[in-house]
């Protein structure tokens, strides 16, 4: 019954959240256009006061032909001879100037003959008159209270209740996480029956850290917490903590874990979390901004009741930029990470996203799963949409394995151009550039089997080399790594060897083969020269002055040998192989794809 009340409650809040929301903004808009119409009065009486100093000139000159005035009030109303506009002035005193007017309209020498009306106070026009004027100024005030509000109103954070959520997800539908699953299942545990565990003497644990690269399922497996524990779940991200105005983020903070008491037990994901928990600095502005709301943070996961069944979830993928007060022992108790699927997980993933979809009886998900190693979760998902989507353009009945394969190259690769318009130099230039990629990994032992080459434009490329990806690797050899740069350089020295110049073509091929490199020497230890150390100069710039004035020439001079010595071996393996270059060349312009197969007939 109270869990009814509580849903009603956030019900209600909701809703006169929303009706705030549209309220404000019309406010705002009404406010804007009464100041717009005060300013422009204002404007158009400017141009009818007239000054004091004229004012006494042109009662001596004889120009004014009425005064009206309120008894009490600075302001007077004017008419002049001959013309049937009014206008104002403003006098520094009353007394003063009613005794002027009549001084000069009593005095016989002159032409003057002035009316002068006084009327009584009117109280409720001068209170009137004094709201007007103070008008501006209360809306400014109002529009700056309204900004605040708004910049709080969203600060309690989005509630999924299970109860009423039409999508509720469980451990059943996340895949590839089994031994991850595993260990959230205290969790549950902990939140259905907390009793159990506090009668042992265990406190419930407060914080639980994912840490993983974008789109590996980190909220995904929160939701299943909370779907399996049947409690509701309060989603923010780390960013909507960080605000314009000094104190907000604390105070958004504090009414975020106001919310979770109301409906504890709970659970509380804050993703993206290296936003408002990264390390504290003394700085000001900003950085000052970001300490408090990270302090109060820490401050109310630590003033959790031992009744209060709450737990937060955080999610990052950078979790060394963490706060380490964060992590200790009382907060963030558990850091989970989400890795990347192996091949039976990716199945199992493929598996759960084709659930809706029309496939073809001959599509195989173990294949596939084998051809996407390295994906996330986010990704084979898209891959399956993608398949559907070209599936559908091309009045297919069912998805078939070419689309799936299609759907891949367009995530990865980009979008086939065949509408671009390439001169006969440049289709040479690319056939010969991606089969020396082709034919010097052929020949290197370490490197993947070629699934596919093509000269037809995809993205900003002219051409791609696409190799098969049927094994997940933990670890990677120093031989696969200098390998994998002579690949990279095999479409340069294709260009040398084969049409004796070189194009802006490789740059990619470069930059990657530049990182490789440097990490290399860098941060696997893999230079005999430079020896087995692990260099950070962005984490650390003052690392390299401890080891030495002359290590950043020594590293620079290693980086370049290791490049230098991949692209001759890739000439010398082009030279070697000459007729193959030329013979995948040839087969590209005439074909502009080539398969698995043909690519192994010429080898053949």
């Not at 993608?386 to 394995?401: D, F, L, M, V």
Request: glycine share 6%.
């Amino acid at each position: 019954m109270a869990s009814k009340d509580k849903k009603k409650d956030n019900q209600k809040e909701e809703k006169w959240k929303k009706i705030l929301f549209t309220i404000i903004p019309i406010l705002i808009v009404i406010a804007v256009f009464v100041v717009g119409i005060l300013i422009n009065n204002n404007q158009q009486n400017d141009e009818k006061n007239v000054a004091y100093t004229q004012l006494i000139q042109d009662i001596n000159d004889g120009k004014i032909e009425k005064v009206e005035m309120t008894v009490g009030s600075t302001s007077v109303k004017l008419k002049y001879k001959g013309e049937e506009e009014e206008k104002t002035a403003i006098v520094p005193s009353t007394q003063a100037f009613v005794e002027l007017v009549q001084e000069k309209t009593q005095d016989d020498n002159t032409e003057n003959d002035i009316e002068l009306i006084q009327k009584p106070r009117n109280v409720f026009a001068s209170m009137s008159e004094a709201i007007i004027g103070l008008l501006p100024t209360i809306i400014l005030i109002i529009l700056v209270i309204l900004i605040i509000q708004m910049q709080g109103l969203g600060d309690k954070g989005k509630v999924y209740d299970p109860d009423i959520s039409q999508d509720k997800i469980t451990f059943k539908d996340v895949a590839g996480l089994d031994e991850e699953k595993a260990e959230m299942m205290e969790i549950v545990e902990f939140l259905k029956r907390p009793e159990q565990y506090t009668k042992m003497g265990a406190k419930t644990p407060r914080g639980v850290l994912l840490c993983g690269k974008p789109g590996t399922g980190k909220t995904l497996i929160a939701k299943a917490i909370a779907g399996e524990a049947n409690v509701p779940f309060i989603s923010m991200s780390g960013s909507e903590f960080v605000e314009m105005f000094a104190g907000l983020g604390a105070s958004r903070v504090r009414k975020l874990f106001e919310k979770a008491k109301k409906v504890s037990p709970c659970i509380i994901f804050i993703d993206e979390i290296d936003a408002i928990g990264s390390r504290r600095t003394s700085s000001s502005g900003a950085d000052t901004e970001n300490n408090q709301t990270l302090n109060q943070l820490l401050v109310e996961m630590d003033g959790f009741d031992s009744d209060q069944s709450i737990i937060v979830i955080a999610a990052t993928n950078r979790p060394e930029m963490l706060d380490e007060a964060l992590l200790r022992p009382g907060r963030f108790d558990r850091t989970i990470t989400i890795a990347l699927p192996d091949l039976r997980g990716r199945e199992e993933i493929l598996k759960i996203h084709s659930k809706n979809k029309k496939l073809a009886e001959n599509v195989d998900l173990k294949s596939i799963a084998g051809d996407t190693a390295g994906f996330t979760g986010a990704e084979l998902e898209n891959i399956l949409n993608e398949a559907a989507i070209i599936a559908t353009n091309k009045k297919h009945e069912a998805i078939k394995n070419s689309d799936i394969e299609d759907a891949v190259k367009k995530v990865t690769v980009g979008l086939e151009k065949h509408n671009r318009i390439v001169s006969e130099k440049d289709k040479k230039l690319t056939a010969y550039h991606e089969a020396g990629h082709a034919v010097v990994s052929r020949y290197l032992e370490t490197q993947k089997d070629i699934k596919e080459v093509s000269i037809i434009p995809r993205g900003i490329a002219g051409g791609y080399t696409m190799y098969k990806t049927n094994e997940d690797k933990f670890y990677v050899s120093k031989t696969e790594m200098e390998e994998k740069l002579i690949s990279l350089l095999g479409g340069r020295a294709a260009e040398k060897v084969a049409l004796d110049d070189i194009s802006t073509g490789a740059s990619n091929d470069i930059e990657v083969a530049m990182k490789i490199a440097r990490d290399m020497v860098t941060v696997y230890g893999m230079s005999d020269k430079i020896g087995p150390m692990s260099i950070d100069l962005e984490k650390d710039p003052y690392q390299i002055q401890l080891l030495g004035n002359n290590l950043e020439d020594e590293i620079g001079k290693e980086v370049k040998t290791i490049l230098e010595t991949a692209y001759e071996r890739a000439q010398m393996l082009l030279r070697a192989h000459r007729d193959k270059l030329d013979a995948v060349a040839l087969k590209l312009l005439e074909k502009e794809v080539i398969n698995e197969e043909e690519f192994e007939q010429i080898f053949e």
